[in-house]
């Protein structure tokens, strides 16, 4: 059973900093396309950051660039996203998801086909 599970979500003040963890279990996706995605209440999901298959190349969603880092650690099966000068407006329930499409970066959901239960970010000003 392929399972996606993120870890790593809370409460922290604006300017602080939160590390997501996205532990991958029930196949091998070291050949896969992974990203991060966000959901604030009442709004559609957004892209946030896409990672290629050999951490080679990745590709930001404007709001998070210079402030995100996605990484991904493929003999952990493990995808991270270190989250600094953390914003009011990141608040969301964020997801991680992996791609048996394509091994590029790639900002739209509809290339990737398991998700992450999601994990919620809370920042307070």
């Known amino acids: 059973q392929v399972q996606l599970v993120e870890s790593g979500g809370g409460l922290v003040q604006a300017g602080g900093s939160l590390r997501l963890s996205c532990a991958a279990s029930g196949r091998t996706f070291s050949s896969d396309a992974m990203g991060w995605f966000r959901q604030a209440p009442g709004k559609e999901r957004e892209f946030v950051a896409t990672i290629s298959w050999n951490g080679g190349n990745t590709v930001y969603a404007d709001s998070v660039k210079g402030r995100f880092t996605i990484s991904r650690d493929n003999a952990k099966n493990t995808l991270y996203l270190q989250m600094n000068s953390l914003k009011p407006e990141d608040t969301a329930v964020y997801y991680c998801?992996?791609?048996?499409?394509?091994?590029?970066?790639?900002?739209?959901?509809?290339?990737?086909?398991?998700w992450g239960q999601g994990t919620q970010v809370t920042v307070s000003s």
């Open positions: 998801a992996a791609s048996r499409t394509t091994r590029w970066s790639n900002p739209s959901p509809a290339l990737y086909n398991d």
